[in-house]
């Protein structure tokens, strides 16, 4: 069983910069791709950022030029590098992978809270 393992949250202000992390607990042999959704009180979860095993890329419009995904050197490990966030970013944050056959798997979420 693969573990998704999410740091980097906690409390920032409007404008403020942070960085989540995401590691597996083990190397995944065929992977799809890596990314990040979140989930805000009351609403459904969103897609942030994907990054596929090729190196594509996708946002959501809502943080494209302000979020960045990539992935580290270490295999399946994903970051997320947060600029200007905005109270509206507020919401737990998802380290998702994708496996080329199987189910995804899901981090335990991490807390990202902007403050205005």
């Known amino acids: 069983q693969v573990q998704l393992v999410e740091s980097g949250g906690g409390l920032v202000q409007a404008g403020g910069s942070l960085r989540l992390s995401c590691a597996a607990s083990r190397s995944i042999f065929a992977l799809r791709a890596m990314g990040w959704y979140r989930q805000a009180p009351g609403k459904q979860r969103e897609l942030v950022a994907t990054?596929?095993?090729?190196?594509?890329?996708n946002y959501a419009d809502s943080v494209k030029g302000r979020f960045t995904i990539s992935r580290g050197d270490v295999k399946n490990t994903v970051y997320l590098q947060m600029n200007s966030l905005k109270p509206e970013d507020t919401a737990v944050y998802y380290c998702?992978?994708?496996?080329?056959?199987?189910?995804?798997?899901w981090g335990q979420g991490t807390q990202v809270t902007v403050s205005s």
């Open positions: 998702n992978v994708q496996p080329s056959y199987g189910l995804d798997y």
């Open positions: 990054i596929t095993s090729g190196g594509s890329t």
